[in-house]
């Protein structure tokens, strides 16, 4: 691992973004405060909804429109969450049993626990999104950009991915954009720069929240609930090192996912599952920048090799949101991970194919401005790409085993030319009917040729970067967090990425959809709790 990566990922917790330091840092306490009737309240409000991306602003928007006053605290100085940095897809399916059928065999390939009554509601959810964006405004539009991920699992034909139409901004910032305005246009009150410190509770239920906002300590009343949709906890090192399986992980969205919602949940004694799942690409590692770009290549000649400079995996055979499982072996002999870092190594052909990454994804070039140049020179010029005249020449400035490069690559040139993988089963060409499932492919591109026989060649260092965890609380139907004693905690909500349904095979634009469908389900359900006294 490079001395500037070590860099930046130590500053990852450490920098501060505009109006608070705190902003980047978890702030969930190790228990809830209990309430005392002596001091008094300093806002009151009837929901309290933790996090503003598509799971808060569809929580706020429900519980307004079910006439709560609603109170959205955001920790970041803009709102969005992962939900801005995403490219926005959410699925629809055509019918919910259909659509069940296939949900259902995606946690079978993992074993992974799931709940059959929760998969059931998000899909009679999913169905009605369509009604629901069109009771939300008259103006809004709907695109179809892809389908089912799986497309060998029964009833994989009922899903389709949309997104939200919109100009002047990538996927996921007009989905965002859109839900914000709503919430806007029914009164809801957002406050930024105020990250929710600690819930108070009473007797075992959740009654407000300690939050900071411009350095003051705020005690908020929740009349009726809490809904807590802060996302998971990518960039925080402490769960990442007990949770996450590997090493020097990095992040793609939001920098202030770091897990306070799930610190939160904890404090009342949540049940947590889905703790070892997650959405994770393969990612470069920027300089001075928070989160990575990820990783993508549009060639046709180009290999993956580990730390021994032998290819390890079916490069294009690895879901997009699934590679920290292709790369997270542990060497139990040689005490590392041999393919955390892993090497992209490619030919001219390819560099000139267009940019290694995905221009409208992620956080560094959505929200902090990070551009690929369109030749690759600047990303040479920075030591993002390494340019050798040779193959040996760039194992050495990889500093990984010259002979076995060279004979990855000659072997790979061989194998491939003669239309076959027999390693990896890597294909030379698309299969025949196969439909093309979006950002979200598990083969990007099909077409496979060998490396050019002269140089120039290139390669990128790459690492297991999250889109995103999906461990946390888990729900109710009624996303009710659940208790480890299996009960309800009164007044306690939670949605989003935050206690996700999904486990460790993940259908892509699943996770907006969810976070759809169980924000409203939770600002419903908040919304209609009696007041306390």
């Known amino acids: 691992m490079s001395e500037s990566l070590q860099t930046t990922r130590r500053n990852l917790l450490r920098v501060s973004l505009a109006s608070a330091t705190a902003a980047m840092l978890p702030v969930g306490m190790s228990r809830a405060a209990e309430w005392n009737e002596s001091q008094p309240w300093d806002v009151e409000t009837d929901v309290v909804v933790v996090g503003y991306g598509a799971a808060g602003a569809a929580a706020a928007i429900e519980a307004r429109t079910h006439g709560a006053e609603v109170l959205v ?35 079978a390939f993992a074993d992974n626990d799931w709940d059959s009554e929760l998969v059931r509601a998000f899909c009679q959810g999913a169905v009605g999104l369509h009604d629901y964006f069109a009771g939300l405004s008259p103006d809004i ?9 799986y497309p060998e699992l029964p009833k994989a034909d009922t899903i ?39 819930l108070i509770s ?16 705020l005690r908020i009343r929740a009349r009726r609930g809490v809904v807590l949709a802060t996302g998971g906890f990518e960039y925080n090192e402490k769960l990442l090192r007990n949770y996450a399986q590997g090493t020097h992980i990095l992040g793609l969205g939001n920098p202030g996912n770091t897990g306070d919602g799930l610190l939160m949940a ?14 994770c690409s393969l990612g470069i590692p920027i300089p001075g920048k928070q989160a990575a770009l990820p990783f993508a290549v549009f060639g046709q000649s180009y290999i993956v090799v580990d730390q021994s400079g032998k290819r390890f995996i079916n490069e294009a055979g690895v ?23 892993c090497y992209v190594i490619f030919d001219e052909a390819t560099l000139k194919a267009g940019p290694l990454t995905y221009a409208n994804l992620g956080y560094a070039t959505l929200r902090e401005g990070v ?29 990984i085993p010259a002979d076995a490069l060279g004979a990855s690559v000659k072997r790979w040139n061989e194998t491939i030319a003669a239309g076959d993988d027999p390693d990896f089963g890597r294909r030379q060409k698309k299969p025949e009917n196969q439909k093309s499932t979006g950002l979200a492919t598990s083969a990007s591109p099909y077409l496979s040729l060998p490396l050019a026989e002269k140089g120039p060649y290139y390669a990128i260092e790459l690492y297991p970067t999250l889109l995103n965890s999906q461990g946390g609380p888990k729900r109710t139907v009624k996303a009710e967090v659940l208790s480890t004693e299996g009960k309800p905690i009164p007044r306690l909500y939670a949605a989003g990425e935050l206690g996700s349904i999904w486990g460790t095979i993940y259908q892509g634009s699943s996770n907006i959809a969810e976070c759809l469908v169980f924000g409203r ?5 908040a919304a209609a709790e009696s007041a306390w006294s």
Not at 266 to 279: F, I, P, Q, R, V
Not at 375 to 385: L, P, R, Y
Not at 521 to 525: E, F, L
Request: with cysteine.
């Open 319 to 341: 879901d997009f949101h699934a590679w920290l499982y292709g790369v997270n072996k542990l060497d139990t002999v040689g005490h590392k991970y041999p393919a955390i870092p």
């Open 371 to 399: 551009r690929w140049s369109k030749d690759g020179e600047e990303e040479i010029k920075a030591g993002i790409i390494k340019k050798a005249d040779s193959i040996e020449e760039l194992a050495h400035t990889l500093k």
């Open 521 to 525: 389900i939770a600002g419903r359900s």
């Open 73 to 107: 605290l955001e920790k970041m100085p803009q709102g969005g969450g992962n939900t801005a940095s995403s490219g926005g897809g959410f699925i629809i399916p055509s019918e919910a049993e259909g659509a069940f059928e296939y949900l259902s065999k995606t946690y």
């Open 160 to 198: 389709t991915k949309y997104g939200v139409r919109g100009r002047g901004a990538t996927g996921g910032q007009v989905l965002f954009n859109t839900l914000s305005k709503c919430a806007e246009e029914r009164g809801v009150e957002v406050r930024y720069g105020t990250p929710a410190k600690q």
């Open 266 to 279: 904890m404090s009342m004694g949540a049940e947590l599952w889905h703790m070892t799942s997650y959405s």
């Open 202 to 217: 009473r007797k075992g239920e959740v009654i407000g929240v300690v939050a900071l906002h411009e350095g003051k300590e």
């Open 141 to 149: 539009r709907l695109r179809v950009y892809g389908h089912a991920n």
